[in-house]
């Protein structure tokens, strides 16, 4: 029995179809996470309410040990993204272009073959 089946657009636009089984083996070798906001909104933060909210539609590079784009993908509604890469050591990171902010960390993901490398992302909104 399957968990889920997911479509992600790869380097080129190709797509890979990523399948998941319920027991949580991976026949995958990818890179996975989530990219966040913080703070979530601007001014003091409130007690109970997010410090950080879902970066959505984040574009996310995957960099090879040379700085070239090997792979991206967008980040979905809850801000998880997922690429499927050759095993390697990869540098993560999120595209803002040329804006100021948000500022994103620049996160390492080395990937075992069958395996997917987790990794979360935390941006600066600038909000304060």
Do not use: K
């Amino acid at each position: 029995m399957w968990h889920g089946i997911r479509a992600y657009v790869l380097g080129s636009g190709a797509i890979a179809v990523l399948a998941w089984a319920c027991m949580g083996a991976s026949a995958v070798t990818a890179v996975g996470g989530t990219v966040r906001l913080s703070p979530a909104g601007p001014g003091p933060q409130r007690a109970g309410a997010p410090a950080t909210s879902p970066y959505r539609g984040a574009v996310v590079q995957l960099r090879n040990a040379g700085g070239r784009v090997v792979a991206h993908a967008a980040t979905d509604e809850q801000g998880q993204f997922m690429v499927a890469v050759p095993a390697g050591t990869y540098e993560v990171r999120v595209d803002v272009g040329h804006a100021a902010w948000p500022r994103c960390e620049t996160v390492e993901a080395t990937v075992r073959a069958n395996r997917i490398a987790r990794v979360a992302i935390v941006c600066d909104s600038g909000m304060r």
